[in-house]
């Protein structure tokens, strides 16, 4: 891995290391100064997954990123196109310009991700989820603002051996996880297995991961341009992690989240390792989630910073943003949280949000206003968390959805309201409904019922069609869960 391909670094005013963008004729030439043999072409499929083709280095030339590749279609890329409209055509975007360390050097391979267009000079595909995100980084400056600044915090978990079975569907269905770490591993490799919830930074050996995280964190920072603040153990026992990468742009964190699901599960698999975003495959413990901190900035000024306010020191402009998030958060659950594994995460007990509140310290709310410091050193990073997401779903469309509802609130004036400092999991529902708290949807059918009655503020950045196949898509998947048999069905149930 050491020295090709890595990514050259200038400093910001406040002395944060911060990748230089590069051109397209940057990229040429690096093409042959890193030896580049094969350029891997990326995009995002509309439900989140990373897809690719590959062409020769030496097929790319500087009008290629104006006229794109024309080698995709488009009707067998999940929500993309009909098979009577299917080409399609992929545009580099240089600036996202990457070696991709792991390939042998024989076969050097850089990647570049893409913008995804009609052929035929018909224009932007709408269904492009990068092109929703830019949309959504538009939809900010016309309001007044710069820009918004994003620092998703995305959760995974890194298992031994995975194996599953579900085509046997007709005499059975199973899983199975294996884990160095694991509760249930009495003979792990390390000695000292975590417990249950108790996987919250410790040190080696029980840790076993250190070093992973330490090399994806490497390979982030030196190969693909995305700077990372820290790395540490999550509270799951199984191989749970995090690794936090400094905040960016709109699309660009979107770049940088596929980017690090890409990173982290190659480099799994090349130390014979298993990888997933999956947010819940640890029974009874803590599920893997994307928490995701926001801002809005203009002139050089955080907005969402006021020394006036004594609680948190949240700007009005912040309070009408979160009210937003909270206003919508219902809808937004379809977006954010899209798998019916998304609300096994959404339970009481295990750190994830369930109730729409918000609060300081409060983890069992879905919005936060952290407030580590107090005082000027807050200028800098006041920002609103919201804390439902997880990291299954799509981060365009989840950042484009969060800009949206929080556009809204201040349009609307949706004030925030008062913080709940109290364990929400412990109030009486009397209280809860005393407070005007609202529940998140319980599973994924109920969040699509919710964004179908609640979609006019996504439309001003969603194309209809977008939403209509959102709903399509998740109503099918969560119609394909739900007509199995659970196993812990035949437990309940065989005998009556």
Wanted: aromatic fraction near 10%; charge should be negative.
């Amino acid at each position: 891995m050491a020295g090709i391909g890595k990514v050259p670094y200038s400093k910001t005013p406040e002395g944060k290391l911060m990748p230089l963008k590069r051109t397209s004729e940057e990229v040429l030439k690096l093409l042959k100064e890193d030896g580049i043999k094969f350029i891997d072409l990326h995009f995002t499929d509309l439900l989140g997954r990373l897809q690719h083709t590959t062409i020769r280095a030496d097929s790319l030339e500087l009008q290629t990123f104006e006229e794109g590749v024309p080698k995709l279609d488009g009707s067998s890329i999940k929500g993309f196109t009909e098979i009577h409209e299917s080409d399609l055509v992929l545009k580099p975007d240089p600036s996202t310009y990457g070696v991709i360390p792991w390939v042998p050097e024989d076969i050097k391979m850089a990647r570049m991700i893409c913008d995804v267009y009609w052929g035929f000079g018909l224009g932007r595909l709408s269904r492009d989820p990068r092109s929703i995100a830019q949309k959504a980084e538009q939809a900010v400056t016309k309001t007044g603002y710069d820009f918004s600044l994003w620092g998703p915090e995305v959760e995974f978990f890194v298992f031994d051996k995975v194996e599953w079975d579900v085509l046997s569907a007709y005499r059975g269905q199973s899983y199975r996880v294996e884990s160095r770490e694991a509760a249930w591993n009495s003979g792990c490799e390390s000695g000292y297995p975590i417990r249950f919830k108790e996987g919250y930074f410790p040190a080696s050996p029980q840790d076993t991961f250190t070093e992973f995280r330490s090399e994806c964190a490497k390979v982030l920072e030196e190969f693909f341009g995305i700077p990372c603040d820290a790395h540490h153990h999550e509270v799951a026992t199984a191989g749970q992690g995090e690794i936090d990468m400094y905040r960016d742009t709109l699309t660009s964190m979107g770049d940088s989240v596929m980017t690090y699901k890409f990173v982290v599960k190659n480099i799994a698999k090349q130390k014979g390792l298993t990888a997933t975003m999956m947010p819940k495959p640890v029974f009874m413990d803590n599920a893997s989630g994307m928490h995701v901190h926001v801002s809005l900035w203009k002139e050089g000024r955080n907005l969402f910073y006021d020394p006036e306010d004594p609680r948190t020191e949240l700007s009005q402009l912040g309070r009408y943003f979160g009210g937003g998030l909270l206003d919508h958060g219902r809808s937004l659950a379809a977006i954010v949280a899209p798998t019916t594994n998304s609300y096994r995460r959404l339970v009481p007990g295990y750190e994830a949000p369930v109730y729409l509140a918000w609060s300081r310290s409060n983890r069992s709310a879905a919005v936060r206003v952290p407030v580590y410091h107090k005082g000027p050193k807050m200028a800098d990073a006041k920002r609103i968390e919201f804390r439902p997401p997880d990291p299954a779903c799509n981060p365009y469309l989840c950042f484009a959805a969060l800009v949206a509802a929080g556009l809204d609130g201040i349009k609307k004036k949706i004030d925030i309201g008062d913080p709940v400092e109290e364990d929400i999991y412990k109030l009486s529902p009397e209280r809860r409904r005393q407070l005007g708290i609202q529940v998140l949807p319980a599973t994924l059918k109920e969040a699509v019922e919710c964004l179908k009655s609640d979609s006019e503020y996504l439309k001003p950045i969603f194309p209809p069609d977008v939403i209509e196949k959102i709903i399509e898509l998740e109503t099918l998947e969560d119609m394909e869960v739900s007509l199995r048999p659970h196993p812990y069905e035949f437990y309940l149930y065989f005998d009556r």
